[in-house]
């Protein structure tokens, strides 16, 4: 076990300056919970699994935190319990966040659809599924074994270390389902490259029961697109220390402000941790 402290990097600057990455397999997950003691767990900050070493040495002097061998033969040969709660990624693209619904029986995978139309392949492909047009429907539905659960899934690269691969979140959120259409929007019309945020927030909500609870969830932020020229401030500390770096900042948030994401979600500077 090692303990890692926060390391300051810099962005990249353009689309340009992104490394390729030869392996489009992801080098590691982001994940919310664990299991302990045989009960699932949820968590405040963010638990990266990977079988690379180098992964889990250089995500754990990001992030902080504290890298662990796990006694497993998959992929998840270690794990990093990160101090972060909130992350800057790179999406490339619009294709790199999707959303599919899934609803398992026993002889297996009984519905795969993107909510409008089958995406399974027992011939079904491309035929209309039959799930109800509203997210709001499909969640009762799914809520009540009657329907598909929802799955997101988002690739992405670390903002500050691009160059080490692609992570993988995914997650059965149906709020992150409903706001990620907006991010694809988004990406899809500057058709670049962007950051955003990837968080693990705490929301409260009442249950069925109308009990008031407390649950984290993930949410997607749409940061700006990574574009050649981005007046791009020197932020690297968790405030903006200058004032040139604050004015360059809001700049940047005025020329992307039709970019935002989902309604009532204000960008938020960049940071170094
Ligand atoms: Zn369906």
Same mark, same amino acid.
């Given at each position: ?31 919310? =919970? ?91 492909? =491309? ?133 935002? =994401?989902?309604? =009532? ?9």
């Amino acid at each position: 076990m090692t303990n890692r402290q926060p390391r300051r990097l810099h962005l990249p600057r353009s689309p340009d300056a992104l490394p390729a990455l030869p392996d489009p397999a992801p080098v590691g997950r982001f994940r919310s =919970g664990r299991m302990a003691d045989a009960l699932p767990e949820a968590l405040k900050s963010w638990r990266i699994t990977t079988p690379h070493t180098m992964v889990a040495d250089s995500t754990a002097q990001l992030l902080g935190g504290t890298v662990h061998s796990l006694a497993s033969s998959g992929d998840d040969v270690f794990e990093v319990l990160t101090d972060a709660a909130e992350v800057d990624i790179v999406v490339d693209a619009p294709s790199a966040i999707t959303t599919e619904l899934k609803l398992w029986g026993r002889q297996g995978l009984a519905h795969h659809c993107d909510g409008s139309v089958f995406l399974s392949t027992d011939g079904r492909a =491309g035929s209309p599924c039959g799930c109800p047009a509203s997210h709001a429907e499909r969640r009762a539905m799914a809520r009540v074994g009657q329907g598909p659960q929802v799955y997101t899934a988002t690739r992405f690269r670390l903002a500050m270390l691009p160059g080490i691969g692609s992570f993988l979140h995914e997650s059965l959120s149906w709020e992150l389902a409903e706001e990620v259409s907006d991010i694809r929007d988004a990406l899809g019309r500057t058709g670049l490259p962007a950051y955003l945020r990837l968080k693990l927030a705490c929301t409260k909500f009442s249950n069925s029961a109308g009990v008031r609870v407390a649950r984290q969830r993930p949410i997607l932020e749409f940061v700006a697109p990574i574009a050649t020229g981005w007046p791009r401030p020197r932020i690297n500390t968790g405030h903006l220390g200058s004032e040139a770096a604050r004015t360059a900042w809001r700049a940047v948030v005025r020329a992307f402000q039709h970019l935002r =994401g989902p309604a =009532g979600v204000r960008p938020v500077p960049i940071v170094c941790r």
